[in-house]
């Protein structure tokens, strides 16, 4: 692995450069832990995944120069607690997007990033056609973009795309919000059971997943804003309400989106023609025509 950032002492001293080559120790369970990386000078670190690139990857640094890929950001709008209406006085500003090469970059010998990221200001943006394909597959953090109360930036072209969000709501919205939501209560579950604590938190977060994805199937809409649900979430962050009392309601939810699947006018499958038609479109309006 080769090290996408320098890593630093408390005090600034830099530990390891900018693409340092290491060697994974220990991998972690899920994609929210750090890798135990060891060093040629036989130092170990732990780095999230998004801080290390294959070794194989790393070799996208031969390109000539460094490219500035951010004046090709399209759409940024900002998601997480403050667009859900769970924001407190400590919530983070995260924003989320998506960025459109030029044909030139696109078709360089050196490719394009699937997506930018800055985690001092806490922003990701895909790459258009990784971004699209995402919002097909009923990704839930890539919705809520397209979702999102508040837009700060939206070129036309995004704002076309933002016009046309209906194009990816389908019944798969309940394989991927219900589906995901069960296998991470199993979990709070045995966490509960093996260390009498769970991430509340997160528990939160699954529940306010499964609200949206019944307003998908029930209105044809994604709930970003959880409106006057905001006081109960909170009190599930906090760990206020009883682990019975949340699973009641999660339970309810479960029962509720099953029905809203039953019932939903949503099609089986999102528009993969209209989306791809747009793909098209956005890719000629970046063809550069030289002389």
Do not use: C
């Not at 078709?107 to 971004?131: A, R």
């Not at 977060?205 to 909170?234: D, F, N, Q, Y």
């Amino acid at each position: 692995m080769v090290t996408r950032t320098a890593l630093h002492t408390p005090g600034g001293l830099v530990l390891e450069p900018a693409g340092s080559l290491g060697v994974v120790v220990q991998a972690p369970t899920d994609p929210q832990h750090a890798y135990r990386v060891r060093f040629p000078d036989g130092n170990e670190h732990s780095l999230l995944r998004r801080q290390l690139s294959l070794y194989r990857e790393h070799q996208d640094l031969l390109a000539p120069g460094e490219t500035d890929w951010w004046p090709q950001v399209q759409l940024r709008v900002v998601v997480g607690s403050r667009a859900f209406g769970l924001d407190t006085d400590t919530s983070d500003i995260d924003r989320r997007g998506f960025y459109l090469p030029t044909a030139e970059q696109h078709w360089s010998l050196w490719g394009v990033p699937e997506q930018l990221e800055n985690d001092e200001t806490q922003e990701v943006y895909w790459e258009l056609q990784k971004f699209l394909t995402l919002a097909l597959k009923a990704n839930p953090n890539v919705l809520e973009v397209l979702s999102s109360p508040l837009v700060e930036h939206a070129t036309p072209l995004a704002q076309e795309l933002l016009d046309m969000n209906s194009a990816f709501l389908s019944t798969l919205v309940y394989q991927t919000y219900n589906g995901y939501v069960l296998s991470q209560f199993k979990r709070l579950e045995a966490d509960l059971r093996n260390h009498g604590e769970i991430r509340w938190k997160h528990a939160m977060h699954l529940l306010r997943l499964l609200l949206s994805g019944i307003a998908v199937l029930e209105k044809g809409e994604v709930l970003v804003h959880v409106g006057e649900h905001r006081e109960t979430l909170l009190a599930v962050k906090r760990g206020e309400l009883a682990w019975d009392e949340l699973n009641r309601w999660r339970l309810a939810l479960h029962r509720q989106f099953d029905d809203a699947v039953a019932h939903s006018r949503l099609p089986d499958r999102p528009d993969y023609g209209r989306v791809n038609a747009y793909l098209l479109r956005a890719r000629k309006a970046q063809l550069e025509i030289t002389p």
